[in-house]
């Protein structure tokens, strides 16, 4: 059974970074989307960013692009999203997530296109 488990948030102040992770256990997830969402608090859930199964052309939220880069080590069946220039805006419970199916040339930006979802991993950037 596909797991994800998501780590690395924390609490940083305004222009600060932070790298999550997010491995995947119980099935090779290297021909699918992988994505990254969060849920700022009292909103709805998010896209972030997704990546290919080949890594290639990641895809990032008009509110994050230049401040946020997803990579995926294929080998190590992860997925990563570093963080630069935290505001306070980035706050929220980020999650990672695959896609129930495999895409070619391109990952949708959608949620409901992920079927997997992890824990998720709780990101607080103060002033």
């Known amino acids: 059974q596909l797991r994800l488990e998501e780590s690395g948030g924390g609490s940083v102040q305004t222009g600060g970074s932070l790298r999550l992770s997010c491995k995947a256990s119980?099935?090779?997830?290297?021909?699918?989307?992988m994505g990254w969402f969060r849920q700022p608090p009292g909103k709805e859930r998010e896209g972030v960013a997704v990546?290919?199964?080949?890594?290639?052309?990641?895809d990032y939220a008009d509110s994050v692009k230049g401040r946020f880069t997803i990579d995926r080590d294929n080998a190590k069946n992860t997925v990563y999203l570093q963080m630069n220039s935290l505001k306070p805006e980035d706050t929220g419970l980020y999650y990672c997530?695959?896609?129930?199916?495999?895409?070619?040339?391109?990952?949708?930006?959608?949620?409901?296109?992920?079927?997997?979802w992890g824990q998720g991993t709780q990101v607080t950037v103060s002033l």
């Open positions: 119980g099935y090779v997830v290297s021909s699918k989307c």
């Open positions: 990546i290919r199964a080949g890594g290639v052309s990641p």
């Open positions: 997530a695959t896609s129930a199916i495999v895409y070619s040339g391109y990952c949708p930006f959608n949620s409901r296109n992920y079927h997997v």
